[in-house]
Nanobody, 121 residues
Framework: QVQLVESGGGVVQAGGSRRRSCVDSGSVWKINAMGWYSQGPGKQRDMVANMTPGGRANYADTVKGRFTISRDNAKNTVYLQMNGLKPEDAAVYYC???????????????WGQGTQVTVAS
């Protein structure tokens, strides 16, 4: 069972920074990509950033140059450093991992509980 536990949400002033982290506290055999998604009110859930085990990162155009994703494979943890936050960044942020719980099982998508990030202008 994969259990993604997030931390680091809350209220931040516009222009400020926030660091999010997400760790798998369950039992996993292998994690492929890990990343972060955001979902604003009445909107679909969109990819913010993700990273392969080898360290290749992808970013949404709206956060390039402001957000940085990183991961610690030994700790099954992914981080999101959010700088220069804007009011339009406010959303519920979800951690995501594509993972396998055992050898020869297909990978599945797993999600964290989601944490609100509010940007005060």
């Amino acid at each position: 069972q994969v259990q993604l536990v997030e931390s680091g949400g809350g209220v931040v002033q516009a222009g400020g920074s926030r660091r999010r982290s997400c760790v798998d506290s369950g039992s996993v055999w292998k994690i492929n990509a890990m990343g972060w998604y955001s979902q604003g009110p009445g909107k679909q859930r969109d990819m913010v950033a993700n990273m392969t085990p080898g360290g290749r990162a992808n970013y949404a155009d709206t956060v390039k140059g402001r957000f940085t994703i990183s991961r610690d494979n030994a700790k099954n943890t992914v981080y999101l450093q959010m700088n220069g936050l804007k009011p339009e960044d406010a959303a519920v942020y979800y951690c995501n991992a594509e993972a396998m719980t055992a050898r020869r099982t297909p990978p599945n998508d797993y999600w964290g509980q989601g944490t609100q990030v509010t940007v005060a202008s």
